[in-house]
């Protein structure tokens, strides 16, 4: 039987073997290495790339099934690298950065950063300012400034978009790299947030040389390969699927029996309390279906971004209704401002206060909710797209203040 048509017995079979009890000893590196191995970090891909090429579909069954066993979870240590880094090298790389790249970034061993929003090219990605120049022996010299990367301070390689052609209107002359973060010339600042963590950063690259084999996609296709990484960054924002209950509004339900059980809910909220409860099963089964309806060969579509969406705004009315629940106690933050270098992940809500500031940023990061709403109208609801003046003009050649 060909990989294609891999089903449910088969993966439960593959899923025994990664699951043995006998492997107990093991690191999480180790594990993931296996389920890599094994073709099950993600089934889609081909054969040899931590896939079996099988449908994606799937891929529930086995992050159902490694959760359930208290198994390492590779999205947790390296969430953009696993959700959206390995699916742009697989679709658009070389054999060689293929092979190279995807295990160690499964494995947590290369923790993988995105370096595209900058200073003046934030929700307009494609006005991106940092240069790369071919030198005279084929590599590539990099100049230019981003901004809010996450996971920079800990990241061993960058997903790098770079403006090669500035004659060329914006869309069309920029080229995607794959940049090594401890190269001579990039510098990374931590930025603080309003949380105390510093798990944002700016990033600095002077005159970094990225050689010509860790281009990845032809030059000046940059922007076709940045919508595949963020097609699946709306996915692995907004499109996760936890088991019912779980996630924010586990954190939340929680918070309400905590206050019952001291005898200090308010019955006011009961109501509110449920129709958020309903709003989060509602987004939790339109991701699961999307997930398993979704068309491999083109892989996410423009509805990733109804996830996105839904579920930055939901966040943020989850995490207020859960300041209200705890009441007075709410207004003080356990483990104060640190000001120092978060060691959780941009996934991860830890305690309530930390929940319902972090939340701030969800209608911004990944793109924003203004931004969100224009593509769904443009491509999903297909209404009259905003004026674009600048769409076929050279980018040497636009303003910029």
Not at 216 to 241: H, K, P, S, Y
Not at 249 to 261: E, K, P, R, V, Y
Request: hydrophobic share 40%.
């Amino acid at each position: 039987m060909s990989t294609s048509d891999m089903t449910s017995p088969e993966i439960a079979g593959l899923l025994a073997r990664l699951l043995d009890p006998g492997q107990n000893a093991e690191t999480p590196s180790e594990f993931l290495g296996r389920q890599f191995d094994l073709g099950l970090a993600w089934v889609h891909f081909r054969a040899g790339d931590g896939g079996i090429g099988g449908s994606s579909a799937l891929q529930q069954t086995v992050e159902r099934a490694i959760v359930a066993a208290g198994s390492p979870v590779a999205f947790h240590g390296n969430p953009l690298g696993v959700g959206m880094v390995a699916p742009t090298i697989h679709d658009h790389g070389t054999q060689y950065q293929c092979q190279r790249l995807l295990r160690p970034l499964f494995t947590g061993e290369e923790v993988w950063c995105q370096l595209f929003s900058e200073p003046g090219a934030g929700s307009d990605l494609a006005s991106v300012a940092t240069s790369a120049v071919r030198a005279p022996d084929g590599s590539w010299v990099v100049n230019g400034a981003k901004v809010w990367t996450s996971y920079a301070h800990k990241a061993a390689w960058g997903l790098l978009l770079a403006r090669t052609d500035p004659d060329q209107p914006k869309h069309k002359g920029l080229t995607m790299f794959l940049v090594e973060m401890s190269a001579p010339g990039v510098e990374i600042r931590p930025l603080y947030q309003m949380t105390g963590d510093a798990e944002f950063n700016e990033v600095f690259l002077n005159d970094v040389v990225v050689q010509d084999r860790h281009r990845l996609g032809a030059v000046g296709d940059g922007w076709r390969v940045v919508l595949t990484t963020l097609l699946n960054e709306r996915v692995a924002i907004g499109g996760q699927v936890p088991a019912r209950g779980e996630g924010l509004i586990g954190h939340l339900m929680q918070a309400w029996q905590d206050a019952q059980s001291e005898g200090s809910t308010r019955p006011e909220l009961l109501d509110e309390l449920m129709k958020l409860w309903i709003r989060a099963e509602a987004l939790r089964l339109f991701n699961a279906h999307s997930a398993a309806t979704r068309d491999d060969a083109s892989g996410p579509g423009p509805e990733g971004w109804i996830s996105k969406l839904s579920d930055a705004e939901l966040n943020l009315e989850l995490t207020s209704l859960a300041l209200d629940v705890l009441g007075p106690a709410g207004l003080l933050k356990p483990d104060g401002y640190p000001l120092a270098r978060s060691s959780r992940s941009p996934f991860d809500y830890a305690g309530v206060q930390n929940a319902f500031l972090r939340a701030r940023a969800n209608p911004i990061e990944g793109g924003t909710s203004e931004i969100a709403r224009n593509v769904i109208g443009e491509r999903l609801l297909r209404l009259p797209g905003e004026p674009r003046v600048d769409k076929d003009v050279a980018w040497s050649q636009v303003p910029r203040g």
